[in-house]
Nanobody, 124 residues
């Protein structure tokens, strides 16, 4: 059974930084594209950062040049380094394997059941 466990969220002031982590267990990690999604209150969940098995990355315009996604296949872990955080980044952040192969597509659906997510609040 696949399990995704996100961590690292918290309350941060505008302009601050956080690093989120997500560990996958119960299935293969290294050959899949991985993504970080977020869901703000009253909004649909959106994919904001994705990384291929070969470490190619793609970002939503809203986070480009502020967020960095990375992965450690030896630890079955994907990270999201978030810099220059804004109040509009406030959301619950989730990771998942992506239901896509080949080129990254930010419209990709998630492959697995969702974990509990980790809450990021950006506020003064």
């Amino acid at each position: 059974q696949v399990q995704l466990v996100e961590s690292g969220g918290g309350l941060v002031q505008p302009g601050g930084s956080l690093r989120l982590s997500c560990v996958l267990s119960g299935s293969i990690f290294s050959i899949y594209h991985m993504g970080w999604y977020r869901q703000a209150p009253g909004e649909p969940r959106e994919l904001v950062a994705a990384i291929t098995a070969g470490h190619v990355t793609k970002y939503a315009d809203s986070v480009e040049e502020r967020f960095i996604i990375s992965r450690d296949n030896a630890k079955n872990t994907v990270y999201l380094h978030m810099n220059s955080l804004k109040p509009e980044d406030t959301a619950v952040y989730y990771c998942n394997r992506l239901r896509v192969t080949g080129a990254l597509d930010l419209r990709a659906n998630a492959l697995d059941a969702w974990g509990q997510g980790t809450l990021v609040r950006v506020s003064a």
